[in-house]
């Protein structure tokens, strides 16, 4: 998460907080003290103290929510260290709303109180679609021309806490995806493909790989310019107004189309995009036709389509979003069993979070690259000739620590969409 406040002594402005609104918050009495939540939390695996766990965070969740007193700076650190990745809402005999509750956590914070310089910085980039593309030829330059050594062996990007966002920096790509790809066989449907705030231009790979396959099944592909962020990071970070806004701005343009789907290739983004509210006619068109790709490819599927084969053993890495809130990791499994060849397995201890967490990587990169460290030791025990995950910060996250050299991070699409194009030729 971003870093709401400038000093520690900011927190004892705090005020008291009133009920939270409906929102189920045991008391401390009432946890089971089973452990289970604290088996599967990542904060809990990296520093084995009861503050790093669900536990010891319900505990600082109670005091913000339930109107006891302000908490104090250690607290706060303990609760903003969690990756939000929600293994312990899976696990929770009691099935505490522990995301809910921690967003709202966070909006109670961030009442009245002032960003740092790079939380302002950072929510305006994701803000202003402009601004980001303006953006993207500056950063082109700064790693194709080698200004990106030289600023690295200066040590600015320590002294400015900028080190761990130029780390994940890639080349991105400059032209806008198009308005419409038609597919040259008969057509079965048509879909809006959601793109979000950075994929379109980070990792565009995947996208033309999920266009290649729509169009393969023979579906036409809509990409409406007008969509915008999923609102994930604002939500998370305590900025749930702003998070609305998006909410509703693409609810407004997804429902204007005249698609059978809207589809997202990223698990991250269909997390929130799944928790859009549905309290309206807006919401419940826009959740009626919200699909992950896999899920949509697996429905859709020809009987009769043909994969070239491929001698490759995968190993499927299953981010936090798809196992915990989407809970359709076994999608990914039946798709690659579409291609002939293939030897696919589960990544060891896929139940750890790898540190990606959305700003997690950039907020808390030590903690972040501990369980990276983690994830690679996993990568290595495997030995795969490839790793899949459905969401592009993880991929993103693991592919940087990564050497040229070692296999590489991509999206379950990019296998399907290649084997599919091989079988074309």
Known sequence: MFDYFES??????IDSMQNSGGLYLPDAAECMRCGLCVSQCPTYHLFQTYEESPRGRVRTLDKIL?????????????????LQCLACETVCPSQVAYGRLFDEAQARLSEGLKLSILARLAF????????????????????????????RRSGILDRLNLAAADDLATVPELTKLEAY????????????????CLTEHFDRASL?????????????????????CCGAIHQH???????QLFADQNQLVF??????????????????????????????????RLFDINDFLLQHWPEQQVMKPADLTVAVHEPCSQRNVLKNQAAVYDLLEKIPGLSVQALPDNHLCCGSAGSYMLTHPANANRLKALKLDSIAQAKPDV???????????????????????????MLLANQLALSQQ
């Open 208 to 228: 033309n790989a999920a266009i290649t396959l729509l169009n393969g099944i023979g579906y036409d592909v809509i990409v409406p310019s007008e969509q915008t």
């Open 8 to 13: 520690e002594d900011t927190v004892d402005s």
């Open 387 to 413: 790793v899949v995950s459905a969401n592009f910060g993880c991929a993103l996250h693991l592919n940087a620590g990564l050497s040229e050299a070692s296999v590489k991070v991509v999206h379950p699409l």
């Open 66 to 82: 339930l109107n006891d007193p302000a908490i104090d700076a250690d607290e706060l650190t303990h609760l903003n260290n969690c």
């Open 181 to 196: 790809y038609p597919t040259q066989l008969p057509r079965q449907g048509k879909v809006g493909l959601f793109t979000g």
């Open 124 to 151: 305006t980039v994701i803000e202003i679609k402009n601004l980001r593309r303006a953006l993207l030829p500056l950063i082109r330059v700064y790693i194709r021309t080698g200004l990106q050594s030289l600023i």
């Open 237 to 243: 970070n305590g900025q749930q107004a702003k998070a």
């Open 255 to 288: 429902n204007g189309l005249e698609v059978d789907a809207v589809v997202f290739t990223a698990t991250g983004c269909g997390a929130m995009l799944n928790e859009y509210a549905q309290d309206d006619q807006a919401g419940l068109l826009f959740q009626s």
